[in-house]
């Protein structure tokens, strides 16, 4: 299985972070991560101004990567990259108490960098590389779901339904006050 390294200079991530990451990856046969040297745990303070690329021009700070993928090259091998501190600033605290939301939230960043290894392996699901790796993660994620909450499955239609209902409702809140903000 690929090794899960973690390097951080002043951030202490949460326990779970690295074990989250280790139960994804259990998930996965060898074919899906064959070829990774290994996933990093790191944090933005590490990441070197301009060692992210630009997806389809749009500039990424610092704080809005989560996670990139470094394919392999003649001098080195192919490494997924995790942005810890971002991951766990993008939500509430009291969000990552609840194990299904840590492997949810942290397994679409993992799941769609793995997506692009995969990708660029030859094995693409999709027309273009982000298309490709959304189109994977979407595929891991359901491969990791229905394996470890096999439980869920009877209940699983309608929670989406909630879900995506919930979604939407706080679309239209977030527009309201949008368009209210900008009225006044």
């Not at 690929?2 to 280790?22: L, M, Q």
């Not at 389809?56 to 470094?70: I, P, Q, T």
């Not at 793995?114 to 993660?137: F, P």
Request: aromatic letters at 12%.
């Amino acid at each position: 299985m690929v090794p899960v390294r973690e390097d951080y200079r002043d951030y202490k991530p949460p326990a779970w972070v690295g074990k989250t990451v280790r139960n994804l990856l259990d998930s996965l046969s060898e074919r899906h991560v064959g070829g990774l040297s290994a996933i990093v745990l790191t944090e933005s303070a590490l990441i070197p101004k301009g060692r992210t690329r630009r997806v389809a021009g749009k500039r990424y700070a610092m704080k809005e990567c989560f996670g990139f993928y470094y394919r392999r090259t003649s001098r080195t091998a192919a490494v997924v990259f995790l942005v810890v501190d971002n991951i766990i600033d993008a939500r509430p605290p009291r969000y990552w108490r609840i194990p299904f939301f840590r492997q949810f939230d942290v397994g679409t960043i993992l799941f769609h960098e793995i997506g692009h290894h995969l990708n660029h392996t030859g094995r693409s699901v999709g027309a273009g590389q982000e298309a490709s790796a959304i189109e994977w993660q979407r595929r891991l994620s359901r491969m990791h779901f229905q394996t470890k909450y096999w439980y869920l499955r009877p209940v699983a239609k309608p929670l989406r339904l909630i879900w995506g209902w919930l979604g939407q409702t706080g679309q239209r809140q977030r527009a309201a006050s949008l368009s209210h903000r900008v009225a006044h």
